[in-house]
Nanobody, 116 residues
């Protein structure tokens, strides 16, 4: 069974940086997009950033200029570089792979806490 495994979350001070990674534990075919989403306590899950197989990216307005999404197609891995972190970035971050025929795969989530 294919699973998405996230890593890189943790506690960081405001203004700090973290890099999240998400890799598939098995083979996934026909991936057309990868993305990161987040869910803060008491709030709905929201889009953070997506990247297509061709490299086109999309960001939530709240993270533009601070976060960068990238992917390694050969490794079926997606990354999220997060700089200038703010307390409002605190959330559980989830990765997602969108495929043509199977639908979406989701990771288990990794906690990011921004606090002094």
């Amino acid at each position: 069974q294919v699973q998405l495994v996230e890593s890189g979350g943790g506690l960081v001070q405001p203004g700090g940086s973290l890099r999240l990674s998400c890799a598939a534990s098995g083979s996934i075919f026909n991936i057309y997009a990868m993305g990161w989403y987040r869910q803060a306590p008491g709030k709905q899950r929201e889009l953070v950033a997506t990247i297509t197989s061709g490299g086109s990216t999309n960001y939530a307005d709240s993270v533009k200029g601070r976060f960068t999404i990238s992917r390694d197609n050969a490794k079926n891995t997606v990354y999220l570089q997060m700089n200038s972190l703010k307390p409002e970035d605190t959330a559980v971050y989830y990765c997602s792979f969108s495929t043509l025929y199977v639908g979406n795969y989701w990771g288990q989530g990794t906690q990011v806490t921004v606090s002094s």
